[in-house]
């Protein structure tokens, strides 16, 4: 069909990945040294064939991309959404050129433009005039383009007063809009996006999803990946759901997102071992937060493991709450219940806890977690899901849809008073 | 956008068939990649674009005391030693400072590499680019130097644009290679100012290629840069190259641009999978 712009046939990407083996505790110095020098001798190896170092005695071959076939269309926006993991960026990397596919083909008709993050090759030394220029030759831009479309970029970023000071000097905020505009004046036919969006204002953030409906309505194609499930539904008309490299669900964008958080809640249901990596070393094994649902109103209770091969110190630890479409509704940070820097080894820790009188309007919420060790801290979304019943009480009183309510119950109370407000008084004494 | 082609195939391996059409699409990007790595060289300096004069103005001031006062070496003809030191010292540090920014020019932009696509070739091209700037620097020193000596040079410095591109095709050879290398090996990130070291006194910047023994001469011009020195000495201070050298010397000049380029090109389409 000549409408086609992007057709992808049987994709698929290889990664090496190593493992390091799990011995004993205590290792003779003998071992350590024969260990070393076959290390030694491997890499040597390595380097003389040509091929990359790994660290690790076992080599495993990965597929972060297995099988993926899909066409679009001209003028289609489509969203692509997944777990951590599930290969949404390395499609985004091989349709954008950075890597090569291992096996398959793209077909790719027209100019592509992607934008993987904001501000790629931003030189902090440099003015905000200069950056400008360096961003849009690396994005792809011409000089005589930018040159063209400098003032509107400049306007879009609302910047004019810091042109000429060093963009080290800008705030995180007047860098990412300085970005943005000059990402978003590239004016390609396809635009490939990773999730973005994620930094800079609220009110920015809606500026470039303007900006984004805007190059989509003019007919261009837009390919966006994200978390967030409520940009991706105002946004695209198509969904794509990818799934340990493969491509499960691609259809309506509302039926995708539903059948994805579907998923996941069955998968929490059913797995009794996640082994989902938190970050590098700590593993977690299990996740349960009110598990088989709870009624609004009743206590949630939730029980976290967690393991780590080598001692690490969890410094933090929340949970966070997210709605169907991820917006983060609360956050459950468990420093305040007294867990912080807290030792998690091989024996594993078990921390379980309850929320007392859930709040919440009745409904689907993804579960996820942050955490912080000394390697940094981590965050990690789509790990379970809660399901929200309606409460007891909701039977015996009046309520509107769900869909209508939000995402908090409140408690309250209120009462009524006839002929009591101020104007009605004063009507009366005028009368008088 | 006006650079990415209509209608792009993406295969493993589709990266090779327009390479050099690709490259050209691109050129702009080299050199506002060249222009941002001399803008922000000396940001930050107490003086700047000096130190491309001061550099080579105390380096010569050294090797001219060490090799041609204490040592005793003979200058060529009847070249003041300082001036012949100096017409060396332009290409080797051409040389040097080419293949140290080349060598970490990848890794250095590893955060581009990983998320916008452009020929990789670019990058090291434009760290050897910028490092040209330096060398007009340099070179322009001569003047005043040649003044001061009261010394004119031959006819023969017509040709030295020609000598100036075989120094930076002498470059850019081991720089690429070294470049891919240090990706894939960080070790040569230590060995490289190493070898730089050791080239500084096995090629002949401090003295003339001339005291090497007559039967020597054709294997020390296996070192590349003994060619390229002995070119912009005969241009400068009019010494008459070893041409049997000379000859040897381009040879693996272009031997090293072959390897250098065919090394990189196997290599960087998964620079971004190893950075």
Known sequence: ?432 | MSISAERIVLEPGSADRHYWRDLWAYREVLWILTWRDVKVRYKQTVIGIAWAVLRPLLTMLILTVVFGRLGRFPSEGHAPYAVMVFAGMLPWFLFSSALSEASGSIVGNATMVGKVYFPRLLIPLAAIGGTLLDFVVSAALLVPLMAWYRYTPGWQVALLPIFVLLGVAASVGPGLWLTALNVKYRDFRYVIPFLLQIGLYVSPVGFTSAVVPGDWRLVYSLNPIVGVIDGFRWCLVGAEPYWPGFAVSSAVIALFLWLGLARFRATERSFADML
Request: aromatic share 6%; charged share 25%; hydrophobic share 45%.
């Open chain 1, 1 to 432: 069909m000549a409408d086609v712009v992007i057709r992808a046939e049987r994709l698929g990407k290889k990664y090496a990945i190593a493992h390091q083996r799990q011995g004993a505790r205590y290792v003779a110095l003998r071992e350590e040294i024969g260990r070393a020098a076959s290390a030694f001798w491997r890499r040597a190896r390595d380097m003389v064939r040509g091929t990359q170092l790994l660290d690790g005695e076992d080599i495993e071959e990965f597929w972060a991309l297995r099988d993926v076939g899909f066409e679009i269309r001209r003028g289609e926006v489509v969203g692509v959404i997944g777990r951590n993991g599930a290969g949404k960026s390395t499609l985004l990397k091989v349709l954008s050129r950075i890597t090569e596919p291992s096996e398959g083909r793209v077909v790719i008709e027209g100019r592509v433009a992607s934008l993987l993050e904001v501000g790629t090759g931003f030189h902090p030394e440099l003015t905000g005039r200069d950056n400008i220029f360096l961003n849009g030759a690396i994005l792809g831009m011409g000089r005589a383009e930018i040159r063209r479309k400098f003032d509107e970029i400049v306007a879009f970023a609302d910047i004019e007063r810091f042109l000429d000071t060093p963009i080290k000097r800008y705030s995180s905020g007047m860098s990412v809009r300085l970005a943005f505009a000059v990402a978003a004046h590239l004016e390609p036919e396809i635009l490939v996006v990773d999730e973005v969006l994620a930094v800079g204002d609220a009110e920015f953030q809606k500026k470039c999803l303007g900006k984004m409906s805007e190059v989509a309505h003019g007919g261009r194609t837009v390919f966006f990946v994200s978390h967030n499930m409520s940009a991706v539904q105002s946004l695209c008309g198509r969904g794509m759901l990818l799934d340990h490299g493969r491509l499960v669900a691609d259809g309506p964008v509302s039926d995708v997102i539903q059948g994805y958080v579907a998923a996941l809640e069955s998968a929490s249901r059913e797995a009794r071992t996640l082994e989902v990596a938190l970050g590098p070393g700590l593993v977690l094994r299990r996740l349960a937060f009110g598990e088989g649902g709870v009624r609004s109103g009743e206590d949630a209770e939730f029980r976290i493991e967690l393991m780590s091969a080598e001692p690490i110190v969890l410094s933090e630890a929340c949970l966070l709450i997210h709605s169907e479409l991820g917006v983060r509704v609360a956050l459950v940070d468990l420093r305040n219940a007294g867990i912080r820097n807290v030792r998690v080894g091989d024996q594993g820790l078990v921390i379980s806890g309850r929320v007392k009188s859930l709040p919440l309007v009745e409904g689907r919420y993804r579960i996820g977690m942050w955490v912080m060790t000394q390697f940094g801290g981590f965050e990690q979304i789509d790990l379970a899901v809660l399901s929200a019943l309606p409460g007891a009480i909701d039977a015996e009183r009046e309520v509107y849809p769900a869909m209508y309510r939000g995402f908090v119950e409140l408690e309250f109370s209120a009462g009524i008073e006839q002929g009591a407000t101020v104007a009605s008084r004063e009507a009366r004494s005028s009368l008088a």
